[in-house]
């Protein structure tokens, strides 16, 4: 063997040959035996024999190692010696393309054995060759090929969508079509030309919509395009093209591209019929809808107020019949409060969505209990919630902070609407969930966001984006015969800007809702566990009031109720009697006025103006407080101008006017 491999090194051809390797060996057929004739410096690192006895097993124990993780499975399945031997016959050598791992890294080599020419044919040699420069550079072509035939048929896609695509040299204005579906070229237009421009205002006069000529023929000027490209970046403009007498309904859209030879202006024409019909008939539905709802506005309001008239008579009945069950009573009473709670409700709705409309609502900050709110929240939808047996479940574990700074009423008044929605819109057997968290924000401002979700009947897609509009409802929850105004969610969407807050929400049709509300509230106290308070036990007990109010019934409620608490009420029926009988009665005679607005003879400003023009500290001093059926912050504010303490709407809670007049009368304010 040794012999052979020195006749054979001296061939020059061989030694010449020999650079391009990472090794050479000579295999002897018959035995297997092997030996290495020449090792490059990063071969000859790797370690291993130059000679042995059975190159096969050699290679297969050997090489494993040395190659790539990816490349040994193809190493080992062909680097057999019958593949090698069959391929040695059939094409004189057989070749493979590996990755073998040199210290410098892994490289890609190529292994080839040819057969040595000699009169035996008993010998071959292996070269294991350098192809790695040579590889990565197919492959980086190879990838650019894929890119750019990816990005062909991505535009190929693309236009598979338009109606046409032009692509137009903005220098030249030579033009040529690059795609155009079957029914674009029903309208015969020149497929290349020179004048874009004037060539497809000439084509315009012919096809397009009578209706649009004029505007297009304004539009479509290259200049103005042009700038407005510079401008926007694009131009799109919609217009009908007549087909066989029919207007169709299309989006032009032209943009700049540059590459390498250049500008082109791309034009591409969409048929947008479909959509346009869609949105037309749309938007058609949605106007008859808010005039029918503007219609069927009374209509709706006095169904709304019906229902929890309704359980208020129907649980006033029940009392009365069970008037010896005291727990029975009891009940009835909670649930006519809870009723008449979300009455009030209904129709404060009323006034707020004309005061939305004329631009005055107000949000204001004061001491807020998120507690009385969310239980506020359950009593009335449980009630709501039992009748249609639903299950609703509440979680507020993340909740740290009850006493905050902000607008009570109206953050309940954002749940309530919420809460009952879903609970309206949500079938029997299926559940609620109003979820309540708190997250730190800076300082003592704290993040709470309000999620109620759903089970319900969803909405859909095309109703979403309307659904904080005032007066629109779903067309279902109309053929449903739910009751509803369709007002709701437009307060409360206006409510919740106010308040510098978000809400928004996320459904599926047939599968449930979820509204989320986000608000930032600063909080009164280091940290208020959820407990009812116990009240300061201040008492009224002994003090005289002088209540001016002309209705005999609200007169009678308020004095059942103020002397419940031990009060000595005296009545005035009207602002004059009410004036003079402080005037007569004289200085230290009455605790507090309670004073309605609206009265014949005269008005409670009027009356609160003349007590506080009477000589004397106490007369100044006096507290006056308001107590009328105008809520509006305006009229809040003119009781205050007239030198009134303060205001209570009516109705009123009777806890919130003890709480009211106690705070004035014991700390003389
Ligand atoms: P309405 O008085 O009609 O309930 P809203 O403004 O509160 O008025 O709601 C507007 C419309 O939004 C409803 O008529 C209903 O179609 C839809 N909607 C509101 N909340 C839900 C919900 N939770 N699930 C399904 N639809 C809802």
Redesign the pocket.
């Known amino acids: 063997m040794k012999d052979e491999v020195l006749k054979v090194s001296q061939s020059s051809v061989a030694q010449a040959l020999a650079a391009d390797y990472f090794c050479i060996y000579y295999v002897n057929v018959s035995t297997n035996k092997f030996i290495e004739y020449i090792a490059s410096p990063e071969y000859r690192a790797l370690g291993l024999p130059t000679t042995g006895d059975d190159i096969i097993t050699f290679a297969r124990t050997n090489f494993e190692e040395l190659i790539h993780p990816d490349d040994r499975k193809y190493f080992l399945e062909y680097f057999v010696k019958e593949h090698i031997l069959e391929s040695l016959d059939d094409h004189g050598n057989f070749t493979m393309t590996f990755r073998m791992m040199f210290r410098e890294g892994p490289m890609y080599v190529r292994l080839k054995i040819t057969r040595m020419i000699e009169e035996e044919a008993r010998h071959v040699v292996i070269g294991i060759s350098n192809v790695d420069e040579e590889l990565k550079a197919r492959q980086a072509y190879a990838e650019a090929q894929q890119a750019s035939l990816t990005y062909s048929r991505v535009a190929q896609a693309l236009a598979g969508d338009y109606f046409s695509i032009y692509v137009v040299d903005p220098v030249t204005d030579d033009f040529f079509q690059y795609s155009a579906t079957k029914e674009f070229d029903s309208l015969e237009v020149e497929k290349e030309g020179r004048d874009f421009f004037n060539a497809s205002r000439k084509n315009m006069e012919r096809l397009i919509y009578d209706g649009d000529r004029e505007r297009f023929m304004a539009i479509f000027k290259k200049e103005r395009i042009m700038a407005i490209l510079e401008r926007d970046g694009s131009f799109t403009m919609k217009y009908r093209l007549m087909f066989s007498g029919t207007p169709v309904f299309v989006s032009m859209k032209a943009t700049l591209m540059e590459d390498d030879h250049g500008q082109h202006l791309i034009i591409g024409t969409n048929n947008i019929d479909a959509q346009m019909k869609r949105e037309t008939e749309y938007q058609q539905k949605m106007a008859e809808a808010r005039t029918s709802a503007r219609n069927d506005f009374l209509a709706n309001m006095s169904h709304d107020i019906r229902t929890p008239m309704n359980a208020i008579v129907g649980y006033t009945n029940i009392a009365r019949s069970r008037r010896d069950d005291p727990e029975a009573v009891m009940e009835a009473v909670e649930k006519i409060g809870s009723s008449s709670h979300f009455l009030l409700s209904l129709i404060n709705d009323i006034l707020d969505i004309s005061k939305i409309e004329s631009g005055k609502m107000q949000v204001g900050t004061g001491p807020c209990d998120l507690g009385e709110i969310f239980r506020r929240i359950e009593d009335i939808t449980a009630l709501q919630a039992q009748k249609k047996s639903l299950k609703v479940t509440y979680c507020r574990d993340t909740v740290r902070h009850y006493k905050v700074l902000g607008d009570e009423l109206r953050i309940e008044q954002v749940l309530i ?1 919420i809460v009952s ?2 609970i ?3 079938p029997a057997g299926k559940s609620v969930e109003l979820i309540a968290e708190e997250r730190p924000g800076k300082g003592r401002v704290n993040r709470y966001r309000f999620i109620v979700r ?1 089970t ?4 859909s897609e095309e ?1 979403l984006p309307h ?1 904080f509009e005032s007066f ?3 067309e279902s ?1 109309k053929i449903n015969r ?1 009751q ?7 307060i ?1 969407a206006k409510v919740v800007e106010m308040m510098k807050g978000t809400i928004s929400v996320k ?1 599926v049709l047939g599968e449930g ?1 979820e ?1 989320t509300v986000d608000l930032d509230l600063e909080s009164m106290e280091e940290e208020t566990p959820e407990v009812r308070e116990e009240e300061e036990s201040v008492s009224l007990e002994g003090r005289r009031i002088l209540l001016v109010e002309d209705n005999i019934v609200n007169a009678e409620i308020a004095t059942v109720i103020l002397e419940q608490f031990g009060v000595k009420v005296d009545v005035a029926e009207n602002g004059k009697i009410g004036y003079e009988t402080v005037r007569d009665a004289g200085p230290g005679a009455y605790d507090a006025v309670l004073m309605d607005i609206q009265m014949p003879v005269m008005n409670g400003y009027e009356s609160a103006r003349a007590i506080r023009t009477l000589e004397g500290d106490y007369f100044a001093a006096l507290p006056v407080i308001a107590m009328s059926a105008n809520a509006y912050d305006e009229d809040v504010k003119d009781c205050l101008a007239a030198g009134m303490n303060a205001h209570i709407a009516k109705p009123f809670q009777p806890d919130a006017l003890v709480k009211l007049l106690c705070s004035y009368i014991h700390s003389g304010k």
């Open positions: 609407n929605n879903a309206k819109y949500t759903d319900g009947i969803g909405i109703y659904i629109t409802r779903e929850t739910v509803g105004t369709g007002l709701g969610l437009a409360t459904s809702s509204f």
